[in-house]
């Protein structure tokens, strides 16, 4: 099993960036798919992005492409997820997840572990 902390919610004008930081404890961190979903209020939850477990793949939803960029680091146990040009649309709570199955699914249902998730609110 493994824990997930997200970290670096906040509030923000249009146009502007956050980091959010997913930090991993418990089972070992390179044996997963990490990945990013977002919920909007009255919304289903959402694929954001995800990366593989070498890092050398990543994968975005439409809606955030070329916007946002998710990273891991090794070392830290952290997979990221840098928002840049934030629209007020992208406001929803941020969940981390990991997934230890197939490459390339979006599907929430391939994630077995979650973790809390961290508020982003975007203001026009």
């Known amino acids: 099993q493994v824990q997930l902390v997200e970290s670096g919610g906040g509030s923000v004008q249009a146009g502007g960036s956050l980091r959010l930081s997913c930090a991993a404890s418990?089972?070992?961190?390179?044996?997963?798919?990490m990945g990013w979903f977002r919920q909007a209020p009255g919304k289903e939850r959402e694929f954001v992005a995800a990366?593989?477990?070498?890092?050398?793949?990543?994968a975005y939803a439409d809606s955030v492409k070329g916007r946002f960029t998710i990273s891991r680091d090794s070392a830290k146990n952290t997979v990221y997820l840098q928002m840049n040009i934030l629209k007020p649309e992208d406001t929803a709570v941020y969940y981390c997840?990991?997934?230890?199955?197939?490459?390339?699914?979006?599907?929430?249902?391939?994630?077995?572990?979650w973790g809390q998730g961290t508020q982003v609110t975007v203001s026009s």
């Open positions: 418990g089972r070992t961190f390179r044996n997963y798919i």
């Open positions: 990366i593989s477990r070498s890092g050398g793949s990543t």
């Open positions: 997840a990991a997934n230890d199955r197939t490459w390339g699914s979006r599907s929430l249902g391939e994630y077995a572990y």
